[in-house]
């Protein structure tokens, strides 16, 4: 089936540095790429969508300039969290979405704990 | 703006009773829905979508567009099925999907 890797699984930083976060389709081209996030016991809230190739879409609210977002191919993706500060720990998950199948649909990677110190 | 309700923080039921976990949307046009399963420590993993009309693990969802519900149901619940389970709907804009999910609803069956 189709699988969607994430790196680091967990990382730690000291606030102020930046954090670069790999998302990787492994076995299906993804058209679209999908970056979330979510605090503990809530849901997933949506905070851009990129398609190969062009810039990213954000959510209201969500800082293009903190969140830089790149798609270089139709299998990356890369999430950087810029200036990391204690308020952006949180779990991030990326999704990809892609035909397989026959069906387009979305697959999800394992998330990507951060803490910020 | 679109939007999903799941109004259950959390369902529990004992083994072998029936479940039902509730989702309702507010989307002025034709919706895309799905429910999406998350097993503890594991991945959000897509469980059903609406326009297969399959049923999957012995869950199934019906599109009620009247009532804008997509609840989902099993006849008897098993232990294994105990997760957290997303509601989600889909539309598309710009080009591209874009997907809503709602709260969750955490099932635990009692054995």
């Known amino acids: 089936g189709a699988v969607v890797s994430q790196h680091p699984s967990w990382v730690i930083c000291k606030s102020g540095t930046s954090v670069k976060i790999e998302c990787r389709s492994l076995d299906f081209q993804a058209t679209t790429m999908f970056w979330y996030r979510q605090f503990p016991k809530q849901s997933l809230m949506l905070m851009a969508t990129s398609n190969e190739g062009s810039k990213a879409t954000y959510e209201q609210g969500v800082e293009k300039d903190k969140f830089l977002i790149n798609h270089a191919s139709l299998t990356l993706s890369t999430l950087t969290v810029t200036s990391a500060h204690p308020e952006d720990s949180s779990f991030y998950i990326c999704?990809?979405?892609?035909?397989?199948?026959?069906?387009?649909?979305?697959?999800f990677g394992p998330g990507t704990r951060l803490t910020v110190t | 703006a679109q939007r999903v309700t799941q109004p259950e923080k959390l369902l529990s039921v004992f083994k072998g009773a029936p479940v039902e976990l509730k989702c309702n949307y507010s989307?002025?046009?034709?919706?895309?829905l799905f429910w999406y399963v998350q097993y503890s420590r594991q991945r959000l993993q897509l469980l059903l979508r609406h326009i297969s009309r399959e049923s999957i693990k012995g869950f199934t969802a019906d599109l009620n567009k009247g009532e804008t519900s997509f609840h989902l149901k099993k006849p008897f619940a098993q232990e294994e099925d105990s997760a957290m389970y997303y509601c989600a709907l889909a539309l598309y804009s710009g080009g591209y999907q874009k997907v809503t999910f709602g709260t969750g609803t955490k099932l635990q069956v009692i054995p």
């Open positions: 989307y002025s046009g034709s919706p895309e």
């Open positions: 999704s990809a979405r892609g035909l397989v199948a026959g069906y387009y649909e979305q697959y």
